[in-house]
């Protein structure tokens, strides 16, 4: 079969799904149809309704669009079935149920953002950074009834550098799942729907990879400066990590305060830092007797600011206090005055 005969239906909504469908339209592929999530309220009242960008990228070149509110609706499975598509191809959507990922005959596979088994979940590049991998990568994947957890068709491996972000890491996987996608589609084709693939082994599940909610993005300074670290840049530019602000005048009230780039200083806080408990999936390697620099302690020197953590001074580089735009720490520094007397929490 060729590629032109194929008949591909493609379902995703953020913009790292964009990726694939770009290179499965640019590249020849018979895409007959899209599948995306429905169009989102946002503005202050919901008023205003926001396409996906895998809405934007299909009407732009003039392929059909469903946005169903349900998996399982009839209508919506009517429509589907109507496009006689020989294989589904999915980037970033949600689980589907098997009426639907059974219907084409050649089956439908996934692109994940991560080394399946490891990394199951809704955040795969968030939490490899926040874990400090690294090595990550994309997989292609048969969909079956559990998430995540089909029969693999093919990886390819992506390095994390020790100062990548969560942006840095997203483009450069959008960019290889798309390769993958493509590679994955012309298997298909060379084997006539009969591709080899093999089973996941759970016990090389080391991660899981839950949604990112913003209770998940409160920054800990009692884990060491590298876990928080890591922590930082595996949710920067978005959703952000947080903190507040508090003043140690226990009658003044409290700001958030997010921060998007630290550095490591190598400076110790002198012997240990006091700790607080920690989440368990933070869980951290700490003192066991807690004396020196509290925790969360701020201070500046040379126009640089620096917060202590349980083994070493963390440095603050990019910021952004409530209500403000994001800045460099060194401008932040201009209007906010002792810093010792306050602490981040």
């Given at each position: 079969?060729?590629?032109?005969?194929?008949?591909?239906?493609?379902?995703?909504?953020?913009?790292?799904?964009?990726?694939?469908?770009?290179?499965?339209?640019?590249?020849?592929?018979?895409?007959?149809?899209?599948?995306?999530?429905?169009?989102?309220?946002?503005?202050?009242?919901?008023?205003?309704?926001?396409?996906?960008?895998?809405?934007?990228?299909?009407?732009?070149?003039?392929?059909?669009?469903?946005?169903?509110?349900?998996?399982?609706?009839?209508?919506?499975?009517?429509?589907?079935?109507?496009?006689?598509?020989?294989?589904?191809?999915?980037?970033?959507?949600?689980?589907?149920?098997?009426?639907?990922?059974?219907?084409?005959?050649?089956?439908?596979?996934?692109?994940?953002?991560?080394?399946?088994?490891?990394?199951?979940?809704?955040?795969?590049?968030?939490?490899?950074?926040?874990?400090?991998?690294?090595?990550?990568?994309?997989?292609?994947?048969?969909?079956?009834?559990?998430?995540?957890?089909?029969?693999?068709?093919?990886?390819?491996?992506?390095?994390?550098?020790?100062?990548?972000?969560?942006?840095?890491?997203?483009?450069?996987?959008?960019?290889?799942?798309?390769?993958?996608?493509?590679?994955?589609?012309?298997?298909?084709?060379?084997?006539?729907?009969?591709?080899?693939?093999?089973?996941?082994?759970?016990?090389?599940?080391?991660?899981?990879?839950?949604?990112?909610?913003?209770?998940?993005?409160?920054?800990?300074?009692?884990?060491?400066?590298?876990?928080?670290?890591?922590?930082?840049?595996?949710?920067?530019?978005?959703?952000?990590?947080?903190?507040?602000?508090?003043?140690?005048?226990?009658?003044?009230?409290?700001?958030?305060?997010?921060?998007?780039?630290?550095?490591?200083?190598?400076?110790?806080?002198?012997?240990?830092?006091?700790?607080?408990?920690?989440?368990?999936?933070?869980?951290?390697?700490?003192?066991?007797?807690?004396?020196?620099?509290?925790?969360?302690?701020?201070?500046?020197?040379?126009?640089?600011?620096?917060?202590?953590?349980?083994?070493?001074?963390?440095?603050?580089?990019?910021?952004?206090?409530?209500?403000?735009?994001?800045m460099a720490a060194r401008d932040y520094l201009n209007g906010f005055q002792h810093p010792e007397h306050f602490l981040l929490k």
């Amino acid at each position: 079969m060729e590629k032109k005969n194929l008949r591909i239906v493609f379902m995703g909504t953020p913009e790292f799904a964009v990726g694939s469908l770009q290179r499965l339209v640019e590249n020849g592929y018979n895409v007959v149809a899209v599948v995306t999530q429905p169009d989102k309220p946002v503005g202050r009242h919901g008023s205003v309704l926001r396409p996906s960008p895998v809405k934007e990228y299909a009407l732009a070149h003039g392929l059909p669009v469903l946005q169903p509110l349900k998996m399982k609706d009839e209508h919506f499975l009517e429509q589907l079935r109507s496009y006689n598509a020989d294989l589904q191809v999915v980037v970033a959507f949600r689980m589907l149920p098997e009426v639907v990922w059974a219907m084409p005959r050649f089956g439908t596979f996934n692109v994940h953002a991560a080394l399946l088994p490891d990394y199951r979940g809704a955040a795969p590049i968030n939490w490899a950074v926040i874990n400090g991998e690294t090595l990550t990568g994309v997989t292609t994947f048969f969909l079956d009834h559990d998430i995540d957890t089909g029969r693999i068709i093919a990886q390819r491996q992506f390095p994390i550098p020790d100062d990548a972000d969560v942006e840095y890491v997203y483009d450069g996987l959008m960019q290889l799942g798309a390769q993958l996608c493509t590679d994955t589609v012309d298997l298909v084709l060379s084997t006539d729907g009969d591709v080899p693939s093999q089973p996941q082994k759970d016990s090389d599940a080391r991660h899981a990879a839950p949604k990112i909610f913003k209770e998940t993005c409160a920054i800990d300074f009692s884990l060491t400066a590298k876990r928080i670290y890591d922590f930082v840049r595996g949710l920067s530019p978005a959703p952000g990590a947080w903190c507040l602000l508090t003043p140690r005048d226990a009658n003044a009230p409290a700001q958030v305060l997010k921060i998007y780039k630290t550095a490591k200083t190598g400076e110790s806080t002198a012997g240990g830092a006091l700790v607080s408990s920690a989440p368990d999936y933070k869980a951290a390697n700490t003192h066991d007797q807690p004396t020196g620099v509290e925790v969360g302690t701020l201070k500046a020197e040379n126009r640089r600011l620096l917060v202590a953590t349980v083994d070493e001074w963390l440095e603050i580089l990019e910021l952004q206090p409530a209500g403000k735009k994001r800045m460099a720490a060194r401008d932040y520094l201009n209007g906010f005055q002792h810093p010792e007397h306050f602490l981040l929490k």
